[in-house]
């Protein structure tokens, strides 16, 4: 069971990596962080969108999931959900999304990565898991 954990992880590691390099090289970054990079496909995203709302609704929310994920957070796909979909259901399907993947991101790294992690870093970061455990309160509320 412990070397299809590191199998599993290892091959998530991987997909990850070929993910962002396919990304990467088809899009810079200064695409991803530029609004003007949305607003040139702006017609084209407004076509799909009026043409099958639901599908292009459930197209997005799966894309949001993977893109969370993959890389953990959601920022460029939140200003994208907000120009396509309008304030309000473009916060619905991104909340959903990003809750989704996050929650799938967590689900994956609690099962296959804790004991790969506690491995690693656990005589490491005696000291600090000694503190935590005797002001967990304190800790959680900053």
Known sequence: ??????????????????FLFWFFSNFSID??????????????????????LIFISLIFILLTLLWVFMLGFGSPVALLGGFIFGKWFGTFLVALGCTIGATLLYLFGNYFL?????KKFS??????EKKFKKNEFNFFLI
């Open 1 to 18: 069971m412990k070397n299809i954990k590191i199998l599993i992880g290892m091959t998530y590691l991987i997909v990850v990596s070929i």
């Open 31 to 52: 695409e991803i962080t530029n609004y003007k990079f949305i607003q040139s496909n702006r017609d084209y995203f407004i076509n799909l969108k009026n043409k099958n």
């Open 114 to 118: 804790k004991d790969f992690v506690k």
């Open 123 to 128: 005589e490491k970061y005696k000291n600090l």
